[in-house]
T-cell receptor, first 116, second 121 residues
């Protein structure tokens, strides 16, 4: 069975600080996708980034960057120079490319509070 | 970008009544839709997978007779909570994707509706 663990339940930072969110996953699949979603207080889920299991290249997209380490089954996410608008719950998610398609297994979420 | 519309955004109903939630894909054909439930301050849990024109596949522990899912067209799936009780109060959110050849296809990031907050009194 698939499992996603986000050990940090809540992180509080002051604006302009960097925030790194941890994510560890378990899967028996050799092909899979990893995602990060943001859920602001309004409730909608906003897609942030996606990585497939064959691509361990880490990238930066604006203020977002991620560190995918297949050897440790981790997919950490960093917000650089945080802003108050970044306050939200962030979910790491895992899907497979089997018959279930994009059925997602979510982690427990990390609540990020950015204080001005 | 792909848009998934969910309606209503919130609903309050009395115990014992039924509530229908709609999930629409506005600019693509959604061959598959997923329904999730999220209790306060908890994660999202998949309830069922809905494929157009066929019966939904429910996750273990989800009562299919209580949570009726209909995916009659490529742009609309509905979730009906029958005989709702206070413990059904939750945030319900749908997501959708297209087929293998779709621009919002098999391995595209799922796009989610804005969710429906159900309160049963």
């Amino acid at each position: 069975a698939q499992k996603v663990t986000q050990a940090q339940t809540e992180i509080s930072v002051v604006e302009k600080e960097d925030v790194t969110l941890d994510c560890v996953y378990e899967t028996r699949d050799t092909t899979y996708y990893l995602f990060w979603y943001k859920q602001p207080p309004s409730g909608e889920l906003v897609f942030l980034i996606r990585r497939n299991s064959f691509d361990e290249q880490n990238e930066i997209s604006g203020r977002y960057s991620w560190n995918f380490q297949k050897s440790t089954s981790s997919f950490n996410f960093t917000i650089t120079a945080s802003q108050v608008v970044d306050s939200a719950v962030y979910f790491c998610a895992l899907s497979d490319t089997g018959a279930a398609g994009n059925k997602l297994t979510f982690g427990g979420g990390t609540r990020v509070l950015v204080k001005p | 970008g792909a848009v998934v519309s969910q309606h209503p955004s919130w609903v309050i109903c009395k115990s014992g009544t039924s509530v229908k939630i709609e999930c629409r894909s506005l600019d693509f054909q959604a061959t598959t839709m997923f329904w999730y439930r999220q209790f306060p301050k908890q994660s999202l849990m998949l309830m069922a997978t809905s494929n157009e024109g066929s019966k939904a596949t429910y996750e273990q522990g989800v009562e299919k007779d209580k949570f009726l899912i209909n995916h009659a067209s490529l742009t609309l799936s509905t979730l009906t909570v029958t005989s709702a009780h206070p413990e059904d109060s939750s945030f319900y959110i749908c997501s959708a994707r297209g087929g293998r050849d779709s621009l919002i296809g098999y391995n595209s990031p799922l796009h989610f509706g804005n969710g429906t907050r159900l309160t049963v009194t």
